[in-house]
């Protein structure tokens, strides 16, 4: 679909401007009609002019005076609303401005000269003066205000302030205007010889002028443009002074009838002249002379500021890379088209082994044997990496080390790449023409390669990070994953009930614990792998096979232990152990099997005789004899029959190793008693009154991983 | 932590000051590698001032252990606190190394190889 154009957008922006035309022009229409009566008189060869009332000698003063403030300001203002900042599209605004005035007056005068002797020639003619007066005001103003956005450009204080007293000076003389011809021989008739006009031209004509000459100083716009654009300024600045010259011609001193006979003050011209034309005249000379002399070496600066400009782009190409070897194809590039190399190449230091690579990519315009050559004679690559400053042979011939060196190079650049922490490379930039690196192009050259050391450093850092950050999301996974080893739901039935709780403090931790049913057998088992973090987690997880994969098999406790440890010896690293409590409950017979490898204590309360019993018979822990004496060492599970009531509480040493903040244990002690106090509610509220308790003894969280697991015979 | 080192003619002592855990068990392992790699087996652990074992620092004994006494030497733990006692105990290392309780059952210990 599409878009409907702003038509109301484009209706406010001409209403604005016709809004400030309409507002200039009704202070035109007060001038158009006094210029009628005093061409009327004048045709008639009055002496004298005879004004109605509305138009008393004050009342004319202040309407010249709205006249020239207010287009004064409406002119101010559409020029200000010009926000395209280009020299070349302000002067053609204003040679337009210029002409359309220039071909007006021209018309008028045509127009006039047909009605001579006609009765309309005196209407004719007043609108002839008026329109001449206007376009003149017009075009000296619009030369004003862009000239002011000329001399503005890169602003500072002192200019601003000579602006406003420039401005100052204008207006002043404008209230000449009011200097009425009767004050006027008042003045001069009572103290004599006091010449009000005189004082007039010799106090504010040099000052404007000495004004408008330090601002004419500000040209340095001229300075951005290019050969053609200053060609083109030059031109347009010709015409304007063309143009300068036919107001001046045309200036309607007719048209500004203060004075019954303005003739009779001439100097008046020279005021009214010098405020209207002094300064733009005064600039636009300047503006023309400043293009001209420096239209020579504009071919110079264009080139240093192309060069900058490159420059510019380069650094930010190499800053916006993250890719080593890519940064370092651009600078090599990069290099070459700053400096006036004729070829170049860049030797990369090898980490590892201290040796160098010259890839393909980093090759332009020589030879690895001519290299080589060069390197046999003197290896500036360790000397430049040593110093960490480049090296500048300006002649090959006069060097000692090369001056029998079989090759076309005279001059040699070498600089170093370095990050912050180690160096990269080299980087040579060779030339036929001995003495060819100017200082500037070293400098330039220099900021160059420090930078691109900076990219890649920025580049290995950012690789690092995202690193870093895989590594993150690899944990998030083995944590996801490692909750579901541990199992999610305990098989309970209407004569068990199971319930567990568990924390891991890092990421994953090594807590273990799992149930399964078979044959009408629970086997139970928890275990707590010995350090922390991602090995134990994953050491966790190998034992979650092995019990899965033993489990299946038809073991007994004792069996199961020995072979556990076998296993478990095979694949832990010698410094790591597990401990582990291992049960089978028999549903059947009615009967507990447990054993206990190194692991905490297991807690249980028989409900017919209302008393604790702590199991703590029991083996080393898993993997810590790794030979054959194990099995000697084991001998029978401890047994016991259960009955309706009964509860075995299982936990890791995460829950009796709580400290608080005198470093005391929560203890296996006051563990007995909690569980002694819940003995008759069920195994929920025993595992979640036991963590609270201990998180209450702690002072608030705790700091190991830690598992229990509750099982209560209904 | 900081450990403590004595040469005595039949073996040495270590004395860990302070926590043995996760992140000084690496110093504890140093330690007894240098008093491998320097021939002596007989290792007395002086536990006067440990406060306290983690499972890793623990972790660090159990690997030495076959390896001390497949050369003839053997740990001794002498001086432990209640609480680093109980954990020996649990983890059933009360069989595997010898546990004394001053620096006189130590040298009768050795004196007796």
């Known amino acids: 679909m599409a878009r409907k154009p702003p038509y109301f957008a484009h209706l406010r922006l001409i209403s604005k401007y016709s809004l400030l035309v309409l507002l200039g022009i009704s202070t035109w229409i007060p001038i158009l009609v006094i210029n009628y009566y005093y061409w009327l008189f004048k045709d008639l060869n009055y002496s004298v002019v005879i004004f109605p009332w509305y138009l008393s000698p004050l009342l004319r003063s202040v309407y010249f005076a709205i006249f020239f403030v207010g287009n004064y300001f409406i002119v101010g203002q559409v020029v200000r609303r010009i926000e395209k900042w280009d020299v070349i599209d302000l002067l053609w605004k204003l040679l337009v401005i210029g002409i359309s005035g220039i071909s007006l007056i021209f018309l008028f005068n045509i127009i006039e000269e047909y009605y001579e002797g006609n009765p309309l020639h005196a209407p004719i003619q007043a609108l002839s003066a008026s329109v001449n007066l206007y376009a003149v005001l017009v075009f000296a103003l619009s030369t004003l205000f862009i000239y002011r956005k000329l001399i503005l450009y890169q602003k500072n204080k002192r200019k601003v302030i000579s602006w406003y007293v420039l401005q100052a000076v204008l207006l002043l003389g404008l209230a000449r205007l009011f200097i009425l011809p009767e004050t006027e021989m008042a003045i001069n008739g009572t103290s004599g010889n006091v010449d009000f006009a005189n004082i007039y031209i010799s106090v504010l004509l040099p000052l404007f002028f000495g004004i408008s000459l330090f601002l004419s100083a500000n040209v340095n716009w001229s300075a951005y443009l290019n050969f053609n654009q200053k060609l083109k300024s030059l031109f347009l600045i010709l015409i304007i002074v063309l143009l300068f010259v036919a107001f001046l011609v045309k200036f309607p001193f007719d048209a500004l009838p203060n004075a019954e006979d303005i003739f009779t003050l001439m100097r008046e011209r020279y005021v009214i002249l010098g405020l209207f034309f002094l300064f733009p005249v005064i600039y636009t000379l300047f503006s023309g002379l400043v293009l001209i002399f420096n239209l020579p070496t504009s071919s110079v600066f264009e080139q240093r500021s192309s060069e900058l400009a490159t420059i510019q782009r380069i650094n930010q190409s190499i800053q916006a890379n993250l890719d080593s070897e890519e940064i370092l194809r651009t600078l090599l590039d990069a290099s070459l088209l700053t400096s006036n190399a004729t070829g170049g190449w860049i030797e990369v230091i090898d980490e590892q082994d201290g040796g160098r690579a010259i890839g393909i990519p980093y090759l332009k315009n020589i030879t690895e044997e001519e290299i080589t050559r060069l390197r046999d004679r003197d290896d500036l690559t360790q000397e430049v990496i040593a110093r960490g400053k480049h090296i500048h042979i300006r002649n090959l011939r006069k060097q000692k080390n090369f001056r029998y060196a079989k090759t076309r190079i005279r001059s040699l650049l070498a600089l170093p790449i370095m990050t912050s922490k180690k160096p990269i490379g080299v980087i040579y930039l060779i030339n036929e023409l001995s003495g060819s690196f100017e200082e500037e192009t070293i400098i330039s050259l220099v900021s160059m390669t420090e930078q691109s050391g900076i990219s890649i450093e920025n580049a290995e850092l950012v690789a690092q990070s995202i690193d870093l950050e895989i590594y993150r999301e690899q944990l998030r996974v083995a944590k996801t994953f490692q909750k579901q080893i541990l199992p999610q739901e305990l098989p309970g039935t209407e004569r068990i009930e199971f319930f567990t709780l568990s924390q891991e403090v890092d990421e994953i931790g090594g807590d273990f614990y799992d149930v399964v049913l078979q044959d009408n057998t629970y086997k139970i088992a928890i275990g707590d792998v010995s350090g922390k973090g991602t090995t134990a987690a994953f050491y966790m997880a190998e034992t979650k096979g092995i019990f899965q994969a033993l489990t299946q098999l038809d073991m007994g406790v004792r069996d199961f232990v020995i072979t556990a440890n076998r296993a478990l010896s095979s694949c832990l690293d010698a410094k790591s152990f597990m401990t582990l409590t291992y049960v089978h409950v028999d549903m059947d017979r009615q009967e507990i099997e447990l054993m206990r490898a190194g692991h905490c204590q297991t807690l249980y309360y028989c409900n017919s005789t209302d008393t604790l019993k702590v199991m703590e018979e029991g083996v080393p822990g898993l993997a810590i004899v790794r030979s054959n004496r194990f099995e000697k060492m084991v001998g029978e599970p401890e047994r016991m029959r259960f009955s309706s009531g009964d509860l075995m509480v299982l936990f890791t040493d995460g829950i009796i190793e709580a400290k608080n903040i005198k470093r005391e244990e929560f203890s296996f002690e006051r563990l007995q008693e909690i569980v002694y106090r819940l003995r008759k509610t069920d195994s929920r509220l025993i595992a979640e009154t036991l963590v609270n308790q201990v998180k209450a003894f702690t002072g608030g969280r705790i700091e190991d991983d830690y598992s229990i697991l509750v099982v209560k015979f209904l | ?113």
């Open chain 2, 1 to 113: 932590m900081q450990i403590r080192e004595t040469r005595h003619d039949t073996y040495s002592t270590l004395a860990p000051v302070g926590d043995l855990d996760a992140n000084s068990s690496m110093q504890m392992d140093d330690a007894i590698q240098q008093q491998i790699d320097s021939e002596t087996y007989n290792l007395h652990i002086d536990c006067a001032e440990l406060e306290y074992i983690s499972s890793a620092g623990l972790g660090v004994f159990i690997s030495f252990m076959e390896e001390l006494e497949n050369a003839g030497g053997k740990f001794v733990f002498s001086n432990m606190a209640d609480n680093i006692l109980q954990v020996f105990k649990l983890l059933g290392l009360e069989s595997l190394v010898t546990v004394v309780n001053d620096r006189a059952e130590v040298e009768k210990e050795y004196l007796h190889e």
